[in-house]
């Protein structure tokens, strides 16, 4: 009625069929969601992975900054190098100009303790002659000439020398020569300088002669011989 009925065999030999287990199953169902799970996350909130040009593109760009960056670090040391050299250099110049500030003032001191022990002036002019010297060499007038004046308000000047000689042929001769204008004359001064004489002239005396300006009044003169 319900169909043949087949005999159950009995075979001690075959294998029994194993179902997966459980754990098994869960455990890759795991990973995929897992997998699913990180890719679905790197897509959403990472920013997009790079493809083989960007990435190349990128690391050169980070080689020239790198590049950039060492080429500024160079530089500033330079400049700061630079700095401390000026810096330097300028302390250098401080202390210098301080030695050659007591150098002047010691100078200075030198020349008024000389000055007065000149004798006077025997004119006793506005301007004292204190004291001159002149040589004649290779056809110019060396001078060195020591003024002083009773007031200390700077004073203009013009010099004139009067060279007296002989000429080249033996006859005797006399010119006026300008050097030229020194400086306003305070309490006291000491003026040196040269002026080119006429060719042939054997200079042996000369007049000196301090005027207030070109033509101006006589503030002071003196005679003195050539050496």
Not at 11 to 27: E, F, I, K, N, Q
Not at 81 to 104: I, P, T
Not at 111 to 128: C, I, K, S
Not at 208 to 227: D, I, N
């Amino acid at each position: 009625m319900f169909g043949r009925n087949r005999p159950v065999v009995f075979d001690p030999y075959a294998r029994r069929r194993r179902r997966m287990p459980a754990w098994l199953v869960s455990l890759f169902i795991g990973a995929a969601l897992g997998s699913g799970g990180l890719w679905w996350a790197q897509t959403k909130w990472l920013p997009p992975r790079l493809s083989v040009a960007e990435g190349r593109d990128l690391l050169a760009r980070h080689q020239a900054a790198q590049a950039q960056l060492a080429t500024q670090a160079t530089a500033l040391e330079e400049l700061r190098q630079a700095r401390d050299g000026a810096v330097a250099e300028l302390a250098r110049l401080k202390a210098s100009a301080g030695s050659e500030g007591r150098a002047l003032e010691e100078a200075r001191a030198t020349l008024d303790a000389l000055m007065e022990a000149l004798p006077p002036d025997p004119r006793d002019g506005t301007v004292a002659v204190r004291a001159a010297r002149f040589a004649a060499r290779g056809g110019q007038l060396g001078y060195t000439l020591a003024l002083s004046q009773a007031g200390t308000a700077p004073r203009a000047l013009t010099l004139k020398l009067v060279v007296e000689g002989e000429s080249a042929s033996g006859t005797a001769r006399s010119v006026e020569l300008s050097p030229p204008p020194p400086p306003p004359l305070g309490r006291k001064a000491l003026l040196q300088g040269s002026v080119a004489l006429p060719s042939g002239l054997q200079a042996r005396q000369v007049t000196v002669r301090v005027l207030a300006r070109e033509g101006g009044e006589s503030l002071g003169m003196r005679v003195l011989p050539v050496r």
